[in-house]
């Protein structure tokens, strides 16, 4: 079961449960690296609009992006969603993984 805690600063979280959820995300970028085959996983806490600690993760395939080098954001082609199909997929091979 899936601990809900609330945060909105990271100077708010107690050590113990700070270092459990860098455990969890690193525990999540491996099986986004594994289930995608990316080349890397970029991870980003902005909190500019969510008033609550969470992290961004995201996959990248800098063979396959017009700028590799540059904030995944700033991509400047048009966004398309997975399939939903693919999406279950690839949410169901994540899981599996963790």
Do not use: Y
């Not at 594994?34 to 996959?59: F, K, Q, W």
């Not at 396959?64 to 949410?91: F, I, Y």
């Amino acid at each position: 079961m899936a601990l809900r805690l609330h945060r909105d600063q990271w100077d708010n979280i107690e050590e113990e449960l700070m270092l459990k959820f860098l455990q969890d995300s690193q525990k999540a970028v491996k099986a986004i690296r594994e289930a995608t085959g990316c080349a890397r996983v970029n991870v980003a806490s902005l909190g500019n609009s969510v008033s609550h600690i969470h992290l961004h993760l995201i996959p990248r395939f800098p063979s396959e992006e017009a700028v590799p080098h540059g904030a995944p954001w700033r991509d400047p082609r048009p966004q398309t969603e997975l399939p939903n199909t693919e999406a279950k997929e690839l949410m169901h091979k994540i899981a599996s993984l963790l």
